[in-house]
């Protein structure tokens, strides 16, 4: 029987992807990297640190140091969200139901903690998360499940007991290694027919919306 729910952020509470990758492209520009939209691509999840070994130069990285590029880019990234910024689709329905059906909920997400308060403030749903366990509160971020199997012992629950919704490879990844009951995934990152085929999704969805058979994800 599922007791909690852990939702990752990025793609999941929000639909940003897009968002992300024009923050990117300012924050490349500005130090004439390039190349980076085809790597960007497989960090989908993954903590600032991994993703800016990938993207940034090694001697950039060496010069500025990884926490102020990170901090860097989400800047821009919280900038230019905050006008357009809502959370995905029937996602403020599925919340008050699980409060009402006794399911605790969490936040694990790769993200930093100020992207992750930015998110739930402006989207008006901090009250339903009783744990967040952000990038910066672990040592290794997704796709190692120690995200997921902090934010279920910090709501007192077994991985198994709690259903993860996700939407990038390393989070699905996170999310079965860590053991969760059920995975459920967003379509916001991925086609549908990959997440099916290569991915360990036990039901895909577009939004929230789509749910609906709560008691059926639940069991």
């Not at 329905?93 to 936040?107: D, F, M, N, P, S």
Request: proline fraction near 3%.
């Amino acid at each position: 029987m599922i007791k909690g729910a852990l939702f990752d952020m990025d793609g999941t509470l929000v639909d940003n992807s897009a968002v992300h990758v024009k923050a990117f492209e300012i924050f490349c520009a500005r130090y004439n990297v390039e190349g980076w939209q085809e790597k960007l691509t497989g960090v989908f999840g993954m903590g600032n640190d991994d993703i800016m070994r990938q993207i940034m130069p090694e001697e950039i990285i060496r010069e500025k140091g990884l926490a102020a590029l990170a901090e860097e880019k989400e800047a821009i990234y919280r900038e230019i969200y905050a006008p357009t910024i809502r959370p995905v689709e029937g996602l403020a329905t599925l919340l008050k139901q699980l409060h009402e059906a006794g399911i605790r909920c969490a936040v694990g997400s790769s993200g930093c903690r100020t992207n992750v308060d930015f998110v739930l403030e402006k989207c008006g749903i901090g009250a339903f998360f009783e744990q967040i366990v952000s990038g910066d509160r672990v040592t290794h971020c997704k796709p190692d499940p120690e995200i997921y199997l902090t934010a279920a012992a910090e709501l007192g629950l077994n991985p198994s007991e709690c259903v993860v919704f996700e939407d990038a490879r390393a989070g699905i990844e996170a999310a079965r290694r860590a053991g969760a009951g059920r995975i459920v995934v967003l379509t916001t990152t991925l086609p549908r027919e990959v997440l099916s085929s290569e991915t360990a999704a036990d039901t895909i969805i577009d939004t929230y919306a789509d749910i609906d058979d709560l008691g059926a994800i639940l069991q």
